[in-house]
């Protein structure tokens, strides 16, 4: 969604919520005055109006107040950039709750094309300093975020001074040179700058995009985060294509990896007590099960599913925790994927049984060993099969293929015919937190387990992806390499292949997954 659609849709939810607001009030008032005073209809239906009038009037200037404020905010932005008013202070963006993006994405071109107006002015002097070189003229220097400016070729050609301080650059470092070269940018989406400036160049004139959750990793001691605003404009006359615009989020995004850690600290001390929980219970299954009436053994069945599930969900904080603070590593092996695969789905069967669904399972023959942590790899199984699981609505089964395809990787898809994933939520759906509102109130979860996913099946050197429809189901399929395509990568003497598992995807293409 552009940034003028999501403003207009933010203004379109805004004008609903007041219509709605009003409804409530002339209907409470309505109740209220004939209720419990009883006065005439024709005075009640006059104090109605006047309450009805009140109301509109406030909504109505709500409703202005928001509508206008982007605009009013990006007059601000043109009369500074225009040097009209000399005594004024840079123009603050954060204050704006609606249009924010709509607002950061034109400021950028406004200042854009303001600074190429002033350099292709000519020198009015007689001495040697241009326009140009006069500091009232920097206009660049006075945006209150760091600004970089991209040629065609996506070397940096301008930068102000904030880049320096925030990137921990000089600028002699940056200028002339490929973004990539001095600076390590990740990114929580598959699609990275460079691959949304590849895109657009192929097919726009115009575009912006904005990335939120984006590092700069390139100092591992003083790792930033921030959302990432671009616009692109091809061939422009200034000789900059793409302006990109950093807003440090370090302290926000800072602070939700520091709640994962801190429930990952808590959840840590579940581990034990978990464990024996889950001994005690195989263990009255193994003795008792002959002994108990059939309704106590759907009750044991139901306490073992349980307590597995509590376990996936302990095992899935922790791995997050540690694939944010990078300690998570894996060693791939060469391993039988029938085995993991049946031995994984056979584990989940108790818990789908609970549910009344059968999981249907079909492995190709011939598959060759696949290079995979069985540990890590089976919580990717267990993530999904278990969300197919908890959203088959009144479905009762739950169809797992895998095969050989036709790039050579061992393919594995989870099918259910439950609810579906709607479209608004698909682009985001592996990000951290990222869950269905339609579901969130009665379906429970993390909204972790797909990030986990991703990130471990990344891990691997392989791909996930998923196709839904709403009210048909979802199939959510992952890619693994066979050993002999990674075999190489096996140091002498060592009993695997040693990986971590990031869970960003690093800008440059060396970097890809």
Not at 23 to 49: C, E, M, N, T
Not at 164 to 187: E, H, M, Q
Not at 358 to 380: F, G, K, T, W
Not at 485 to 506: C, F, L, M, T, Y
Request: aromatic share 8%; charged share 20%.
């Amino acid at each position: 969604m552009d940034n003028f659609s999501k403003y207009k849709r933010q203004i379109a939810i805004r004008v609903f919520f007041s219509f709605i607001v009003v409804l409530i009030i002339s209907s409470s008032a309505w109740y209220i005055i004939r209720g419990l005073f009883d006065l005439d209809i024709v005075y009640s239906a006059v104090i109605v109006s006047a309450v009805s009038f009140l109301t509109v009037l406030i909504s109505t200037n709500f409703l202005v107040k928001n509508v206008s404020a982007p605009l009013d905010k990006i007059q601000e932005i043109i009369s500074f950039a225009s040097h009209n008013n000399r005594q004024a202070t840079t123009p603050k963006i954060e204050s704006i709750k609606v249009g924010r993006d709509l607002v950061t994405a034109q400021s950028l071109q406004i200042y854009d094309l303001a600074s190429s107006t002033i350099n292709l002015q000519p020198n009015t002097t007689n001495t040697q300093d241009t326009v140009s070189n006069d500091p009232s003229h920097h206009l660049i220097d006075l945006i209150p975020f760091p600004v970089i400016g991209l040629d065609k070729n996506k070397n940096v050609v301008m930068a102000n001074k904030l880049v320096t301080g925030y990137l921990g650059k000089n600028f002699d470092d940056i200028v002339a040179k490929p973004l990539d070269d001095n600076i390590s940018l990740s990114f929580q989406v598959d699609e990275t700058l460079n691959d949304w400036l590849i895109k657009v160049n192929d097919n726009s004139i115009v575009a912006d995009k904005c990335w939120e959750g984006v590092r700069n990793d390139t100092d591992k001691d003083n790792i930033k985060q921030f959302d990432l605003y671009a616009s692109y404009s091809k061939n422009n006359d200034s000789g900059i294509e793409t302006i990109l615009a950093l807003i440090d989020k370090t302290e926000k995004y800072n602070l939700a990896d520091g709640e994962i850690s801190f429930v990952a600290l808590a959840v840590h001390e579940l581990r034990t007590p978990l464990t024996i929980m889950r001994g005690y219970i195989e263990v009255f299954e193994d003795e008792l099960s002959e002994s108990l009436t059939p309704e106590l053994q759907d009750f044991m069945h139901k306490m073992h599913a349980s307590s597995q599930q509590l376990t996936a969900f302990v095992s899935n904080i922790l791995n997050i925790a540690r694939i944010e603070e990078n300690q998570l590593v894996l060693k791939l092996r060469s391993e039988i994927w029938s085995e993991i695969l049946s031995n994984a789905v056979d584990d989940l069967q108790l818990r789908a049984g609970v549910r009344n669904i059968n999981i249907e399972l079909s492995i190709q023959d011939n598959i060759p060993p696949v290079a995979a942590d069985r540990i890590s790899i089976h919580e990717v199984i267990n993530n999904l099969v278990d969300n197919a699981i908890k959203y088959s609505g009144e479905s009762t089964k739950i169809i797992i293929k895998s095969q050989l395809n036709s790039e050579g990787m061992i393919e594995t898809e989870i099918q259910d015919f439950g609810i579906g994933i709607p479209e608004s939520v698909m682009g985001k759906l592996f990000q951290k937190y990222q869950r269905s509102h339609k579901t969130s109130a009665h379906i429970g979860g993390t909204g972790l387990g797909l990030y986990l996913c991703k990130s471990l099946v990344g891990a691997h050197g392989g791909n996930i992806w998923v196709r839904s429809k709403e009210g048909e189901g979802s199939v959510f399929s992952f890619t693994l390499l066979p050993f002999d395509r990674v075999s190489k990568e096996q140091a002498a003497g060592e009993d695997g292949i040693i990986r971590g598992a990031h869970g960003w995807i690093k800008n440059h293409s060396l970097y890809r997954n």
